[in-house]
């Protein structure tokens, strides 16, 4: 095993924390910042800033520096809450520029086979936002994967006594795709689910 | 290493690293095998949207010793009723759940996979029934060898025909006469001649347990299962949870 410098050894334990980070990948990282102090001392600064300032909106939960968020504050549609797992699929949406209301973040989804209950999300936090009133519509964007549709079959239950219009993204062939490629549950799925031209 | 295409339903997936997935799966021909999908949240094309709890599908795998390589998948069936149905995903989920965590990796067991595919088979096309799923659960037991004694007493040995208050231990291993169950959990005559109905048809739906026989059937076959897990199942858990918040303890959606 290669011995570092007590520093360069506790930063290849961090970079190795991320995400499809192993340890080549790791030390690739860790030489190249070594190479360009300047970069070093700005990727420092901006995690340290991200640490300190960036939070979750006491509102919608997603990611924030100033609690409200600005789509929570702004002149969003307020009558329209698109309801997500995660706060990258907000921004998935966002980039979209297809949707001009408000959002609400999970933060998961349930799973029966994981044991992730209602109590683990963010749902109580939703319930208690449309019970306040000035919602009319409820966009149930979870996941199209089995705990995504556990959730937004759960949340549908809750949400119909309240009188709020429920609905769910469409799902489907993708664009640009070839038919013959489409896996055979999306295009029963594009079946069941056709509209009229 | 050598690569076949087997039969498989889907007992549990997991994402693992960046873009692959550890997938726990029930094969026809090779048991229960855990393998990894490289590559699978990247590759539409390679496994579509095949990888995921109780889908029934061909699956291309290279067989060797600890975690098989998942090259590809053909979807037979995602069982698209049970996705449009909390409690039926709840039961579909409990069914996988339950298979993966009392079979050992390894070795065919047709019969039992024949037992999971039916069970989801029903849930695809029924509504949520309970009395369907202790159908699977006494078959499940009986399959595995675990099954509880109802032919005759568990403590001493002697036919219970014409008794008809009896008591059940499942440390003793079955249905106990009125002298050796004194303490044990109360079960009727009736209740076992539904269990006894389970065991000799084959077909979900065709055993209707009325409501007293059905609480009684579930905490004689509740404990028997409990006895053989280390804890409890995730998905129980979550089926307890839904049972409690339903109006009416009913988890079927409207």
Request: hydrophobic share 40%; charged share 20%; aromatic share 6%.
């Amino acid at each position: 095993m290669l011995h570092f410098s007590a520093s360069l050894t506790k930063l290849l334990g961090e970079l190795k924390k991320l995400p499809g980070v192993g340890e080549k990948t790791a030390l690739r990282l860790a030489f190249h910042l070594l190479k360009s102090p300047a970069n070093v001392h700005a990727l420092a600064e901006s995690l340290v800033e991200v640490g300190s300032r960036v939070r979750f909106c006491s509102t919608c939960f997603g990611i924030t520096e100033a609690d409200p968020c600005h789509i929570c504050t702004g002149d969003r549609d307020s009558a329209l809450i698109c309801v997500v797992e995660e706060p990258q699929d907000m921004l998935a949406i966002e980039r979209s520029h297809s949707f001009k209301g408000r959002y609400h973040v999970l933060h998961g989804a349930l799973s029966p086979l994981s044991g992730i209950t209602p109590g683990q999300l963010k749902i109580r936090e939703l319930m208690e936002r449309l019970e306040r009133g000035g919602c009319n519509e409820v966009i149930l964007a979870t996941n199209f994967t089995v705990e995504g549709e556990a959730t937004a079959l759960y949340l549908a239950r809750l949400i119909k006594p309240l009188g709020i219009r429920i609905t769910r993204l469409a799902h489907g062939i993708p664009l640009g795709s070839d038919l013959e490629y489409v896996d055979l549950a999306t295009v029963q799925r594009a079946m069941e689910g056709r509209s009229e031209v | 290493m050598r690569t076949t295409e087997c039969e498989s339903i889907i007992l549990g997936a997991t994402d693992y690293g960046e873009a692959d997935r550890l997938v726990t799966f029930f094969c026809h021909e090779h048991g229960k095998l855990r393998g990894v999908a490289r590559g699978a949240k990247r590759s539409r094309q390679r496994f579509g949207g095949a990888l995921e709890p109780f889908a029934r599908l061909h699956l291309q795998v290279s067989l060797k010793e600890g975690l098989v390589r998942i090259q590809g998948a053909d979807i037979l069936t995602v069982f698209p009723g049970i996705r449009t149905d909390l409690g039926r995903i709840g039961c579909a989920g409990y069914a996988c759940e339950l298979v993966d965590r009392l079979l050992p990796e390894g070795g065919a067991n047709p019969r039992l996979f024949r037992l999971l595919a039916a069970f989801l088979e029903f849930l695809d096309h029924s509504p949520y029934a309970e009395s369907a799923r202790r159908f699977f659960e006494i078959n499940l037991l009986n399959i595995l060898g675990y099954r509880p004694a109802l032919e005759h007493c568990a403590g001493c040995g002697a036919g219970l025909a014409g008794l008809e208050r009896l008591g059940f231990s499942a440390t003793a291993g079955g249905i106990l006469c009125r002298n050796c169950g004194t303490g044990s959990m109360p079960v009727t005559a009736a209740t076992v001649t539904l269990l006894h109905r389970c065991l000799s048809t084959g077909r979900f739906g065709a055993v209707d347990f009325p409501p007293s026989a059905l609480a009684e059937a579930g905490k004689l076959l509740d404990a028997s299962i409990a006895i053989h897990l280390s804890r409890p199942l995730n998905s129980l858990v979550f089926l307890c949870e839904l049972k409690e918040q339903a109006p009416g303890g009913s988890i079927q959606n409207d």
